[in-house]
């Protein structure tokens, strides 16, 4: 009886270069973040690196693509190899393709704040920044309308209690969310209260710089803030909600209602006489 030989069909080289490179751009991108989060670099070596994870997973999907149409022609064995290449530059490029609908529905913006004609001056972060950071000086009414035409929800807050409590409120959330306090100066007679931190952007962990200001306001106080970008000229909207969600927890932690002491009892006054004794107080009849 005559054996048959199974003739293995030869794997596409494509399909195997593609899913290398989709792998290979997960620890790229993982560098990428690992340098931002350290802050031992500037921006721009880790847009680079970042940038480079996102061009080996593009590259990835173009050979897999390319993969895919020669097996089907020719039968090659490899599609497995294709398909996890796709899956895992699909799985890496998702966030920044939707940053970049973000990028083309939102305006070029990178500072925010509740008040374009005196904006909250960042101060210290003049200190933190580098000479290829964005400078802490706001652009103006021009960027306001932009700024205002996005989000509207991003305006002054004010609220009945004085401006300590509404300085120690707002302290008290900035703490809550884990910003680094760089500068805190409570309200006095002539002087706003004045609170510096930096936050962080989710994924690349990205600094950006924080300022709460606090006035006496009729009746109560008044809070403004500013949110600035320190690289790039596009926040994708970071900014904005980052201020419109710390004014809202500002003021859900702000007490409704001030308590007032209770007075003092007051004593008989001097040189008042002693009711005579045995004298009855009057009753209504």
């Known amino acids: 009886m005559q054996r048959r030989r199974l003739v293995e069909q030869p794997r596409s080289q494509l399909a195997l270069w593609a899913r290398r490179l989709a792998i290979f751009s997960l620890p790229v991108a993982l560098l990428a973040i690992i340098m931002a989060r350290a802050g031992l670099f500037e921006a721009l070596p880790i847009l680079m690196t970042f940038g480079a994870a996102l061009g080996l997973a593009a590259l990835a999907i173009l050979l897999a693509l390319a993969a895919l149409i020669g097996i089907w022609i ?15 530059s699909f799985v890496l490029l998702a966030y920044p393709a939707y940053l970049g609908f973000k990028a083309y529905q ?19 972060a003049l200190r933190l920044r580098t000479r290829a950071a964005n400078s802490t000086v706001y652009g103006g009414l021009n960027v306001f309308q932009r700024q205002s035409a996005a989000y509207p929800d991003v305006v002054p807050l004010s609220e009945d209690v004085t401006p300590q409590i509404a300085y120690d409120t707002a302290y008290s959330v900035i703490t809550k969310r884990k910003w680094v306090i760089v500068d805190a100066r409570p309200p006095q007679a002539g002087r706003d209260g004045i609170i510096e931190a930096v936050a962080r952007t989710p994924i690349m962990g990205f600094r950006d710089d924080v300022v709460v200001r606090v006035r006496p306001a009729s009746g109560g106080a008044r809070i403004d803030a500013r949110s600035s970008s ?53 009753t209504k009849r």
Request: net charge negative; aromatic share 6%; no cysteine.
């Open 74 to 88: 020719d039968g090659r064995a490899g599609a497995g190899y294709a398909l996890v290449a796709l899956f895992v």
């Open 106 to 124: 939102l305006p070029q913006i990178s500072d925010v704040t509740t008040d374009p004609y005196d904006p909250p001056r960042l101060e210290a």
């Open 230 to 282: 320190r690289y790039g000229f596009h926040d994708f909207g970071a900014n904005a909600s980052r201020l419109t969600s710390l004014l809202s927890d500002i003021d859900d932690a702000t007490p409704a209602e001030v308590p007032v002491e209770p007075a003092a009892k007051k004593g008989p006054q001097k040189g008042a006489k002693p009711p005579p004794k045995g004298a009855q107080p009057a």
